[in-house]
């Protein structure tokens, strides 16, 4: 593993459940994480892995029609965006989305791409892949950390027992 790469393998939903628990211990305030893969990759499983592991009891359902998902635990402010509908980068600038992108919350972003170049920089990209000859369940998760607060996070998802390098 680089310091600032990490691929693990999820061999099931558990598995990703479990990188979500490992991510939300290491999160802090003015964070934002890009989530990349396809439909069905499992970044919302993986979202609401680490809003249970926040103490989130309410539902955690994909943002695709409403575009951000507000989830306050434990006094802290979780934003879940899903920018998989947008047809033009500058829809975000039209919803007027730049308002949750502040020190004080935790930005979890689906299809990041889709309003770039305008949105801020993540400290951390997650890309999930289907794992070939997994039987459809399986996953591979490539981890980019950025700066030194994703630096951090990605060291102490490493330290993370339950997670198995792939």
């Given amino acids: 593993m680089h310091a600032d790469h990490l691929t693990l393998a999820?061999?099931?939903?558990?598995?990703?459940?479990?990188?979500?628990?490992?991510?939300?211990?290491?999160?802090?305030?003015?964070?934002?994480?890009?989530?990349?893969?396809?439909?069905?990759?499992?970044?919302?499983?993986?979202?609401?892995?680490l809003l249970r592991a926040a103490g989130e009891t309410g539902p955690v359902k994909s943002p695709t029609y409403t575009l951000v998902e507000v989830h306050v635990v434990s006094g802290l402010h979780f934003y879940h965006f899903d920018f998989y509908r947008f047809n033009q980068a500058e829809e975000y600038l039209d919803a007027g989305l730049d308002e949750y992108f502040s020190e004080s919350g935790i930005c979890l972003v689906e299809w990041p791409d889709k309003a770039a170049p305008y949105?801020?920089?993540?400290?951390?990209?997650?890309?999930?892949?289907a794992a070939p000859n997994a039987g459809g369940e399986g996953r591979t998760a490539y981890i980019t950390a950025v700066g030194a607060r994703g630096r951090t996070c990605l060291a102490g998802v490493t330290s993370s027992s339950s997670l198995r390098p792939a």
Avoid: S, Y
């Avoid at 598995?15 to 069905?40: C, S, V, Y």
């Avoid at 951390?124 to 892949?129: C, G, P």
């Fill in 119 to 129: 949105l801020p920089a993540a400290a951390m990209r997650i890309e999930l892949r």
């Fill in 10 to 49: 999820l061999p099931d939903e558990a598995a990703t459940l479990a990188l979500g628990a490992a991510l939300a211990a290491n999160l802090t305030p003015g964070m934002t994480i890009w989530l990349e893969g396809d439909l069905g990759a499992g970044k919302t499983t993986l979202v609401r892995g």
